[in-house]
């Protein structure tokens, strides 16, 4: 009975071990996604503007995945993105549907 006990155990505690290991890879994998993502965004900038774009892109990302972001304040952002890079035309609305998507 003992030995049953301590069988069942183990399993349990090899099962909690791999499934803490695959959600942790899963994260990564998320935020190496979202750097990707916001790096593409910021593409063709340099220097400190680059990391400020891809900056506030990661911290937009995060508050979205935490539900911090309502659509009204997404939009803000992305407004307010848009008119520092001086985008206009097809190159804004490309650049703002891909941000409210992100």
Known sequence: MRSKTLWLVGCAVVWALSVTAALAQDKRAEADHRAATCAQEAK???GEEHERVVAACLKGH???SH???SQQEKMKTCNQDARE???HGD???AFMSSCLKG
Request: charged share 45%; aromatic share 0%; glycine share 14%.
């Open 91 to 93: 190159e804004r609305r």
């Open 67 to 69: 539900g911090v972001h």
């Open 44 to 46: 063709g900038l340099k």
């Open 85 to 87: 890079r001086d985008l």
């Open 62 to 64: 995060e508050a979205a």
